[in-house]
């Protein structure tokens, strides 16, 4: 299957910091990404699509100023979590969709990224 | 809006059991993803499934979509402690963005 990496793994930081986190598609080219966010014991909830050249479309509530999404190549989206504050503790996830699958949207996920906002 | 329901939302069975997870919308999905995430790491892609009344085995693990394609069902024969996890339904929405709606997940654990 294809193959999404994450960076960094995790982080620890402190409140009113930046972070940014980086999500590439090793062996194909992903038009769109998603950046997802997941809560202990809890489902993804997807927050932004990522598209290659032009600006992400984010979900009601998320705020596309605190969370900044650059899809600046086919293999490279980074979500930087600007001002950050505990409450933005959590485990964000990216995938990147593969056009040459077979639905045609199937979507590969990164490892996750573990945030903590002290 | 569309909407996936996922059930059940936790299984504890013992070793060799046999079970099955529920994905119900009453919205047609282009195609359903079946995933599996394991603590602390990503969704794992385990199948996806594309036209209704489609069914795919891998292994001990059979998938099942609707005829209608608004419901999905994995089953697990004779599950075994390495089955553990967080398993995912997604519906695809049809178009070019692509989105995924994801059901609130099925917690397995199967002890031996």
């Known amino acids: 299957g294809a193959v999404v990496s994450q960076h960094p793994s995790w982080v620890i930081c402190k409140s009113g910091t930046s972070v940014k986190i980086e999500c590439r598609s090793l062996?194909?080219?992903?038009?769109?990404m998603f950046w997802y966010r997941q809560f202990p014991k809890q489902s993804l909830m997807l927050m932004a699509t990522?598209?290659?050249?032009?600006?992400?479309?984010?979900e009601q509530g998320v705020e596309k100023d605190k969370f900044l999404i650059n899809h600046a190549s086919l293999t490279l989206s980074t979500l930087t979590v600007t001002s950050a504050h505990p409450e933005d503790s959590s485990f964000y996830i990216c995938?990147?969709?593969?056009?040459?699958?077979?639905?045609?949207?199937?979507?590969?996920f990164g490892p996750g990224t573990r945030l903590t906002v002290l | 809006t569309q909407l996936l329901e996922q059930s059940p939302q936790f299984l504890s069975i013992q070793e060799g059991e046999n079970l099955t997870v529920y994905c119900n919308s009453s919205?047609?999905?282009?195609?359903l993803q079946w995933y599996r995430q394991e603590p602390g790491e990503g969704p794992v892609l385990l199948v996806t499934?594309?036209?209704?009344?489609e069914v795919k085995k891998l292994k001990r693990l059979t998938f099942q979509f609707g005829d209608a394609r608004k419901d999905s069902s994995l089953h697990i024969t004779a599950a075994q402690p390495g089955d553990t996890g967080l398993y995912l339904c997604?519906?695809?929405?049809?178009?070019?963005?692509?989105?995924?709606?994801f059901g609130k997940g099925t917690k397995l654990s199967v002890k031996p």
């Open positions: 995938s990147a969709r593969n056009y040459g699958g077979r639905a045609g949207n199937e979507q590969f």
């Open positions: 997604a519906g695809a929405r049809g178009g070019s963005q692509g989105n995924l709606i």
């Open positions: 499934v594309v036209t209704g009344g």
């Open positions: 990522s598209n290659e050249g032009s600006k992400a479309t984010y």
């Open positions: 062996d194909f080219q992903a038009t769109t």
């Open positions: 919205s047609v999905f282009s195609s």
